[in-house]
């Protein structure tokens, strides 16, 4: 059981409100989800990656990222152990290649799962969560099938042989498009997914509550920011957050398009 932050934006923004500022900022939400966070984004399109075993909650690094770091898609996770110790192999976000991934949910039996996933995927695997495992599976589906057949291919082998998975709620990115799920099997009012469009053509109906908050968003509408944000949560209580539709994937591609498909 974990909790899920993604971002999208026209340009290169910061997450100072999302993280810190807002209602419910992302996180507060390490308090209850305390066995590790981590930060992934991109730098002139190669990924990175910021992990700490502490609770996100409990560390000064958060602030750090959220002012400093700068990018265009931004994928965060806070983490309550269920399988694996809190160390930073088993901490998300995960990293292949180009890809970033997050995911809020457990698939029992991995040990056969690996056995389906080929020696040369099988060594990128470097922890000891079904996470990581589910996805190396995915990346192997999608680099033999292309991104919505290899997810659905290696969704629905999921479905056919772990009968006691919670919920294969993720967030995956390629750091050109944002690629969100929602697929809980139980607890469906936790195993939530909701997005937020944020648009400076329409003012934000937040009632601010601070000078400080104010002025991020201000400043958000002077730079013309645009962005859809996904979070397992809603963090903000005045603006217009979307539930995802359970069994639906959500993509939004660089202009900020949102698709969904059933899956």
């Not at 104010?214 to 962005?227: D, G, T, V, Y």
Request: charged content about 25%; glycine content about 6%; some cysteine.
């Amino acid at each position: 059981m974990c909790r899920l932050f993604g971002l999208i934006a026209n340009k290169p923004v910061g997450v100072e409100f999302s993280f810190l500022k807002a209602d419910t900022p992302f996180k507060s939400l390490g308090h209850k989800n305390p066995d590790g966070w981590g930060f992934g984004y991109y730098e002139s399109g190669v990924p990175k990656i910021f992990k700490e075993t502490v609770s996100m909650d409990k560390s000064p690094k958060p602030e750090e990222l959220a002012k400093q770091c700068k990018s265009s898609i931004i994928i965060s996770h806070v983490r309550q152990k269920t399988k694996g110790e809190p160390k930073l192999t088993n901490t998300h976000p995960f990293a292949y290649g180009k890809w970033l991934f997050a995911h809020n949910g457990s698939v029992s039996g991995i040990d056969y799962l690996k056995e389906k996933i080929s020696a040369a995927y099988k060594k990128h695997i470097h922890g000891e969560t079904d996470s990581e495992a589910l996805f190396i599976w995915l990346i192997q589906n999608i680099e033999q099938k292309g991104i919505l057949d290899g997810l659905e291919t290696g969704l629905k082998f999921i479905e056919d042989n772990f009968d006691k998975a919670t919920s294969l709620n993720f967030l995956l990115t390629d750091g050109s498009k944002l690629y969100a799920l929602r697929k809980a099997y139980i607890k469906q009012e936790y195993y939530s997914l909701y997005y937020l469009v944020r648009d400076p053509e329409h003012k934000p109906i937040y009632e601010y509550k601070s000078a400080e908050t104010r002025q991020l968003i201000h400043s958000k509408l002077l730079n013309e920011e645009k962005a859809v944000i996904i979070c397992s949560e809603k963090l903000t209580e005045d603006e217009n957050w979307h539930l995802i539709d359970n069994n639906t994937l959500l993509t939004i591609d660089g202009d900020l398009k949102i698709s969904k498909i059933k899956i």
